[in-house]
């Protein structure tokens, strides 16, 4: 009888090699030190060709104080608005707010109406007795200068 030919030996399967794990990370210790982070570089400045290689730093002077104009000094020269009769007899009243631009000579360069009283013939009035004014003008550091100058008109009875 034939013989069948031995079985072959089973073949052994090839054990996995362990794989090395890494060990586990322990929480920071409170007295770790930690490494201090670079500073980022300073921006390198350029110097301007128009400036002197060393230019000394210049301190701004701060502007000498505003003395504002004022009507102090012809309050008996300058004439008061005349009130419209028709406004009279109606008895409107108001204030008129303009803008007056007081030059360096005393004398009145521009006049506007900041704020109406409510009335044309009252804001007229007061625009043309403005014009012809007189005043102290603005100073600053003691030279006169132009200025411009909030002035109030009332149109009010009595």
């Given at each position: ?13 090839p ?11 322990a ?53 008061k ?33 900041e ?17 012809s ?26």
């Amino acid at each position: 009888s034939p013989e069948s030919p031995p079985p072959p030996p089973p073949q052994k399967k090839p054990e996995p090699k362990p794989v090395a794990k890494p060990p586990p990370k322990a929480p920071p210790s409170e007295r770790a030190v930690k490494a201090p982070e670079p500073e980022p570089p300073a921006p390198v400045e350029k110097p301007a060709e128009s400036q002197p290689p060393n230019p000394q730093p210049v301190a701004a002077a701060a502007p000498a104080p505003i003395i504002p104009p004022s009507t102090d000094a012809y309050q008996l020269t300058n004439t008061k608005p005349s009130y419209p009769k028709w406004a009279r007899e109606r008895r409107l009243q108001g204030t008129v707010l303009l803008k007056v631009l007081v030059k360096a000579d005393g004398t009145v360069g521009e006049v506007k109406i900041e704020e109406s009283s409510g009335f044309r013939a009252l804001d007229s009035a007061a625009l043309k007795a403005v014009s012809s004014w007189r005043f102290q003008p603005a100073t600053q550091d003691g030279q006169a200068i132009d200025e411009w100058y909030d002035l109030p008109i009332e149109f009010g009875m009595k």
